[in-house]
């Protein structure tokens, strides 16, 4: 069993579309996230959910809302797509982002190409 | 910002150990030290963690100094399946608000 899935692996669509990505986990944690990694390679945090509760907004564009309808999912809702939304996005989860410790696991990570 | 530095790239051969650097020297003391690698097209991947005493498990070694100010990755016997980027991240605990942060790693390259 995948612990951390995420749908669809590759996206591909045109400028101004409206796409959603799913992510579940079924390791039982309560914090689930959303990184965004460029062309480049870096690797941003965008959006951290605790027990379904919005704890962290990294200044992502009101285009793009998360949601979480039970702690073991978080998609990630993005309107009206833009050249720029091209990247890599990683879902992960940990046990509690207030722990003292806290391991991240990542999906497989979702390629959107937007034309 | 990311709080470490790392070298852009290293080689290592294959059954060799690879020494994987990282300076952190404005770490403070609730801050923990955490390595995660990435393999080409798939998600990063933790494996290992310490504050201030040197860790081991089945994947790594962790070195950390004295003054905490650096720490050292070590891959005891390196593979092919080892090539991957390798970050290291600093982390403090007990706010909601505390996040693992990814600079731009280490490209570690492991030939034959």
């Known amino acids: 069993d995948t612990a951390v899935s995420q749908t669809p692996k590759y996206l591909v669509t045109q400028m101004g579309n409206d796409k959603s990505i799913k992510c579940e986990q079924n390791?039982?944690?309560?914090?689930m996230y959303w990184y965004k990694q460029d062309s480049k390679k870096f690797l941003k945090i965008m959006f951290s959910?605790?027990?379904?509760?919005?704890?962290i907004n990294e200044t992502v564009p009101n285009r793009f809302s998360p949601k979480s309808p039970d702690k073991a999912h978080l998609n990630l809702h993005i309107n009206s797509l833009e050249l720029g939304d091209s990247a890599v996005y990683f879902c992960?989860?940990?046990?509690?982002?207030?722990?003292?410790?806290?391991?991240?696991?990542f999906g497989s990570g979702t390629q959107l190409s937007v034309l | 910002d990311a709080k470490t530095t790392q070298p852009p790239s290293m080689d290592c051969a294959e059954g060799r150990a690879a020494n994987l650097p990282c300076n952190h020297s404005?770490?403070?003391?609730?801050?923990?030290v955490y390595w995660y690698r990435q393999i080409h097209s798939q998600g990063p991947q933790y494996i290992i963690h310490?504050?201030?005493n040197n860790e081991t498990n089945e994947m790594a070694s962790l070195i950390i100094t004295e003054d905490r100010k650096s720490s050292t990755l070590i891959l005891p016997h390196a593979t092919l399946r080892d090539t991957a980027v390798y970050y290291c991240?600093?982390?403090?605990?007990?706010?909601?608000?505390?996040?693992?942060?990814f600079g731009t790693g280490t490209r570690l390259q492991v030939f034959p």
């Open positions: 991240i600093v982390r403090g605990w007990g706010s909601d608000t505390d996040k693992l942060i």
């Open positions: 959910y605790n027990n379904k509760e919005l704890i």
């Open positions: 310490g504050l201030k």
């Open positions: 390791l039982g944690h309560d914090t």
């Open positions: 404005t770490i403070s003391g609730n801050e923990y």
């Open positions: 992960a989860s940990s046990q509690d982002i207030r722990a003292r410790v806290e391991k991240l696991f």
